[in-house]
């Protein structure tokens, strides 16, 4: 019978809130906020700050529903059961108030969440439709964020039902509650006060530093030799390329020197960020660069008439027994099939998942790191003494390497144009390089995958070499206090990095933020003078469980003010 009144109790009060007009319009309209703003941000923008913003405005919008939904339907059942005599019709036919509390509780607890999960779901479901490859970024490193929403849940619940309790009154239970709910709202508005005021230059470590250094400490040193070896003669081409003997500079009227140094880089930008290196060995090699370069020059539109001579013959003996490219073209593949497909396909031309899986692109690349590579590079010398397992911990960092930086491009091409657009000779650039592409692809020898493996090894290689300096521990000091003084934060805590707690996903979380906050991954030497970076000064698991706890402890304070305030209205009546 017992279990019949609790049911009763529970299916009256879902009842109820099926019936509630207001709170059907006002959430199907957030909804349908929410779902254009994701199709919307997801279509016309791109890059992790954009994403993070989308987070920050799903959890805003959920924020304003929840508080809009527990603050009307407590204080209903609360104050409202009491004062119109339901509460007294439930009891006089069997509830106890035990299961008139815990019925109501319970019903509101699953309209909440289910609003909670259908904004996870929405936020997770609606970058499938755009296929772009950054969505296990999205999944992995965002979309956790959402869960924070459930701490806020309850505290909104239990605020307005411990206040509610005991002072059955709707003036004073529901300004409190839309207080809290209104800063945690705007809890971003708060947290950057102190980087406002903070007498510390905080720096954003660029993202690729972790990659990198995550990757050297799992080989240790076992990969040293063959990354020096890489690098330095890495290091070699990129000099061949700079070197004015090599490459004269022919133009019709004189050139601003920004102009001069923009074309002489160009070789080095195009070999190894776009990643044609391999491209450009091969039609060195084969006498044909100079032409190559000819052509694509001649069909540029631009003011300026410019011709490159290039000394092709010491180009040619200069790259010989160049370890860096032997390595290429070890993993290399060939640009078989259609190469215009292939080139629609590629990062260059546009993101999406097809970057990654698609004939002669990334993964493709990836499966030439395997057994015969390993037998490879020990003949070239048996200090590379490598495994399967170096091997795949060498793939999950160039795979690290794309999710984090390049997965998110619309082209890399228009990344890199943003990404430099202060600097005075990107328009120059920019046109020097979006036009006349067919001029490449129809000449290209290597899939793009090659490309792309060239520009995530890049990224590794030139981190690599980074001299690392410690910070003042003044600066750390300074920088832990804003989490863990400042009240604002612990939301934002919960929204930025509920996700694994790894540097990769924290910087990414920090640079990506909207707002400026500061950034607690630092440099320390430990006593060999080893680089390490500094950890998280919060533990969010923590902050969710102090959140949890409070709310609990609320509702519990709740609970037994309503058994009082019943019994008190029980003796009075």
């Not at 799903?58 to 009307?72: A, M, P, Q, R």
């Not at 993202?207 to 990354?227: P, T």
């Not at 070499?465 to 410690?470: G, L, T």
């Not at 996700?499 to 030497?525: A, G, T, Y």
Request: glycine residues 2%; aromatic residues 16%.
């Amino acid at each position: 019978m017992k279990n019949n009144n609790f049911k009763t109790v529970f299916n009256f009060s879902l009842l109820r809130v099926k019936k509630n007009i207001p709170l059907i319009i006002i959430s199907a309209v957030l909804m349908t906020l929410i779902i254009i703003l994701n199709f919307t941000f997801l279509a016309l923008t791109t890059g992790p700050k954009y994403i993070s913003t989308l987070l920050i405005i799903n959890v805003i919008i959920s924020v304003f529903w929840l508080g809009f939904f527990n603050i009307n339907n407590t204080t209903s059942f609360i104050i409202g059961d009491l004062n119109s005599g339901i509460q007294s019709l439930e009891i006089r036919r069997g509830a106890t108030l035990k299961e008139i509390f815990w019925s109501k509780l319970l019903a509101n607890k699953i309209i909440s969440f289910s609003w909670i999960i259908l904004v996870y779901l929405a936020f997770i479901i609606c970058p499938l439709f755009f296929n772009k490859s950054y969505y296990k970024i999205i999944v992995l490193n965002y979309s956790f964020g959402i869960f924070s929403l459930l701490v806020i849940d309850l505290l909104i619940t239990a605020i307005t039902l411990s206040i509610s309790c005991f002072t059955k009154s709707y003036k004073k239970s529901i300004p409190v509650a839309w207080i809290f709910v209104i800063m945690s709202m705007f809890s971003f508005m708060f947290a950057i006060v102190p980087y406002v005021f903070t007498p510390v230059d905080s720096y954003q470590n660029e993202i690729m530093d972790f990659v990198a250094f995550d990757y050297f400490e799992k080989h240790g040193q076992k990969h040293s030799k063959l990354m020096v070896k890489m690098g330095e003669d890495r290091d070699k081409i990129v000099d061949l390329f700079r070197d004015e003997d090599l490459f004269e500079i022919n133009t019709e009227n004189e050139l601003e020197d920004w102009k001069y140094g923009t074309i002489r880089n160009y070789f080095n930008y195009s070999a190894f960020e776009l990643g044609f290196l391999l491209d450009y060995n091969h039609w060195i090699k084969d006498n044909s660069f100079q032409q190559k370069i000819d052509d694509y020059l001649i069909n540029l539109k631009i003011d300026e008439k410019i011709s490159i001579k290039i000394d092709n013959e010491e180009l040619k003996s200069r790259i010989e027994s160049n370890f860096y490219l032997e390595f290429l073209e070890m993993v290399a593949d060939k640009n078989t099939g259609n190469k215009k497909v292939n080139f629609k396909n590629s990062l260059l031309n546009n993101n999406s998942r097809k970057n990654l899986v698609a004939e002669n692109q990334f993964n493709d690349i990836l499966k030439n790191f395997n057994q015969e590579l390993i037998v490879n590079l020990s003949k070239i010398d048996q200090e590379f003494d490598l495994n399967a397992r170096d091997l795949k911990l060498l793939v999950n960092a160039l795979m690290e390497v794309y999710f984090y930086k390049f997965s998110w491009k619309d082209s890399y091409l228009e990344y890199g144009t943003y990404e430099n657009k202060y600097s005075s000779p990107i328009p120059f650039t920019e046109y020097f390089l979006l036009n006349n592409w067919n001029q490449w692809y129809q000449a290209k020898e290597f899939s793009y995958g090659t490309n792309l493996l060239i520009m995530c090894l890049e990224q590794i290689l030139w981190a690599y070499d980074m001299e690392w300096e410690a910070d003042e521990d003044s600066e750390l000091t300074a920088l832990n206090l804003n989490y863990q003084i400042n009240p604002a934060m612990w939301f934002v805590e919960m929204i930025l990095f509920s996700h694994s707690d790894n540097p990769l996903s924290d910087s990414l979380s920090i640079n990506s933020s909207p707002m400026p906050i500061l950034d607690f991954q630092i440099v320390k030497l430990d006593k060999k003078n080893k680089p390490y970076f500094t950890k998280r000064p919060f533990s969010v698991t923590a902050n969710y469980l102090v959140g949890i706890t409070m709310a609990c402890s609320l509702i519990l304070i709740g609970y037994f003010g309503f058994l009082k305030r019943a019994e008190n209205y029980k003796r009075w009546d």
